[in-house]
C-alpha cells in the first residue's frame, strides 16, 4: 500500500492524474508516518528543483563570431563577384569591336575611301586586342585606360560638335556610345585591382 500511495504522491507532486483518488490517497498519508516522511522529502526537493535555474550555455559570443565571419566571407565575395562581371563586359566589348572592324576591313569601301576604312579598322582591331588582354589580365586594365578614355572623350566631343553643326546626324554617331561605355567598364576594372607598388630607389637601382 505505501509503494503505490508513493507513486501517486510523486505523480501529484509532478502534475500528473495520480493512479489512485485523492481522498485514498490522503486517507493513507494521514495514518501513515513513513509516507509522511516520504512526503515531506519529495516536497523539500521538489521545492529546491524548482528554485535553482537550470544551467544554460552563454553562446552570445559564438553566434556574434559567427555573424562577423559570415560579415567579412560576403563582403570578400561581393568585389570578386562584381569584378567577374566587368571582365565578362570589357571581353564581350572587345569581341563586338573585333568583329566589327574586321567587317571593315574586309568589306566594302566606307565613306572616307578605302585606305582611310582600312586604317580606321586597323586601328579598332588593336583597340580590341588591348580590351580582350585587359579582360584576360585585369591587373593591365590601368595601362590602357588612358587611351581608352582619351579616345572616348575625343569621340563624345567631336560627335557633339558636328551633330551641333549639322555635319552629322545623331543617329550616325550612336556607335560612338560603345568607346565610351567600353572607357567606363575598363575603369571599373581597373579600379577594382591591385595598386601597384611603385619602385623605391634602391629596388630600382637593383635593377641593375
Same mark, same amino acid.
Do not use: K, Y
Given at each position: 500500500?505505501?509503494?503505490?500511495?508513493?507513486?501517486?504522491?510523486?505523480?501529484?507532486?509532478?502534475?500528473?492524474?495520480?493512479? +489512485?483518488?485523492?481522498?485514498?490517497?490522503?486517507?493513507?498519508?494521514?495514518?501513515?508516518?513513513?509516507?509522511?516522511?516520504?512526503? %515531506?522529502?519529495?516536497?523539500?526537493?521538489?521545492?529546491?528543483?524548482?528554485?535553482?535555474?537550470?544551467?544554460?550555455?552563454?553562446?552570445?559570443?559564438?553566434?556574434?563570431?559567427?555573424?562577423?565571419?559570415?560579415?567579412?566571407?560576403?563582403?570578400?565575395?561581393?568585389?570578386?563577384?562584381?569584378?567577374? #562581371?566587368?571582365?565578362?563586359?570589357?571581353?564581350?566589348?572587345?569581341?563586338?569591336?573585333?568583329? &566589327?572592324? #574586321?567587317? %571593315?576591313?574586309?568589306?566594302?569601301?566606307?565613306?572616307?575611301?578605302?585606305?582611310?576604312?582600312?586604317?580606321? +579598322?586597323?586601328?579598332?582591331?588593336?583597340?580590341?586586342?588591348?580590351?580582350?588582354?585587359?579582360?584576360?589580365?585585369?591587373?593591365?586594365?590601368?595601362?590602357?585606360?588612358?587611351? *581608352?578614355?582619351?579616345?572616348?572623350?575625343?569621340? *563624345?566631343?567631336? &560627335?557633339?560638335?558636328?551633330?551641333?553643326?549639322?555635319?552629322?546626324?545623331?543617329?550616325?554617331?550612336?556607335?560612338?556610345? +560603345? *568607346?565610351?561605355?567600353?572607357? *567606363?567598364?575598363?575603369?571599373?576594372?581597373?579600379?577594382?585591382?591591385?595598386?601597384?607598388?611603385?619602385?623605391?630607389? %634602391?629596388? +630600382?637601382?637593383?635593377?641593375?
Amino acid at each position: 500500500m505505501c509503494e503505490h500511495v508513493r507513486v501517486a504522491l510523486s505523480a501529484r507532486l509532478d502534475g500528473e492524474a495520480p493512479p +489512485a483518488t485523492a481522498a485514498e490517497i490522503d486517507a493513507h498519508t494521514a495514518t501513515c508516518p513513513g509516507c509522511q516522511a516520504w512526503l %515531506a522529502g519529495a516536497e523539500r526537493l521538489d521545492l529546491l528543483v524548482r528554485a535553482t535555474p537550470a544551467p544554460t550555455q552563454d553562446l552570445t559570443a559564438r553566434v556574434l563570431t559567427a555573424v562577423a565571419t559570415d560579415q567579412r566571407r560576403r563582403s570578400a565575395a561581393e568585389p570578386v563577384a562584381r569584378r567577374q #562581371v566587368l571582365r565578362v563586359a570589357v571581353g564581350v566589348l572587345a569581341v563586338a569591336q573585333l568583329v &566589327s572592324a #574586321v567587317q %571593315a576591313l574586309l568589306g566594302v569601301e566606307g565613306a572616307l575611301g578605302a585606305h582611310a576604312t582600312r586604317e580606321m +579598322a586597323c586601328f579598332d582591331i588593336a583597340l580590341a586586342v588591348g580590351f580582350a588582354l585587359a579582360a584576360l589580365r585585369p591587373e593591365r586594365a590601368r595601362a590602357l585606360l588612358p587611351v *581608352a578614355l582619351v579616345l572616348a572623350l575625343c569621340l *563624345a566631343a567631336t &560627335s557633339a560638335v558636328d551633330v551641333a553643326n549639322g555635319r552629322t546626324a545623331v543617329v550616325h554617331e550612336i556607335g560612338h556610345l +560603345a *568607346a565610351v561605355v567600353q572607357a *567606363a567598364a575598363l575603369w571599373a576594372l581597373g579600379r577594382g585591382g591591385p595598386r601597384t607598388t611603385p619602385l623605391t630607389p %634602391a629596388t +630600382a637601382a637593383g635593377r641593375g
